[in-house]
């Protein structure tokens, strides 16, 4: 049944522990300060279960870029510490960037490998 997500260590205060829906392809958090939990993620190919959650305290938007061009309609959007969204876009195998369209994120692009 749902795992639970190891929150980041460190920091004055006690992070949330995020629970993730069991079937979740591919599990993104965002982290203090504008950056995603890891520069790499991959995913099987064809349609993906996507989890983000928020471990920051401002807004995210995450997309799925190929060659710096939009693919699919998945945006998912954490506003606030504790957020959390899903959503599935479904992908061939090869080199993807898990990215935040948030104005001033762009140190949130991170690798995603499909295969
Ligand atoms: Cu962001």
Redesign the pocket.
């Known amino acids: 049944m749902p795992l639970v997500v190891l929150a980041a260590c460190g920091g004055g205060e006690s992070a949330p522990e995020t629970t993730v829906p069991a079937g979740v392809d591919l599990v993104v958090k ?1 982290v203090s300060t ?1 950056r995603w939990d890891a520069s790499s993620y991959s995913a099987p190919a064809g349609e993906i279960d996507v989890f983000l959650a928020n471990d ?1 305290n ?4 995450l997309v799925v870029l190929q060659d710096d061009k939009v693919v699919g309609d998945l945006e998912l959007e954490v506003k606030k510490r504790g957020d959390t969204d899903q959503g599935t876009i479904t992908l061939e195998p090869g080199e993807y960037r898990i990215y ?3 104005p001033g ?1 762009g140190s ?1 692009n991170s690798t995603l490998t499909v295969s």
């Open positions: 965002a504008i920051d401002v807004n995210h938007v935040c369209s948030t994120h949130m």
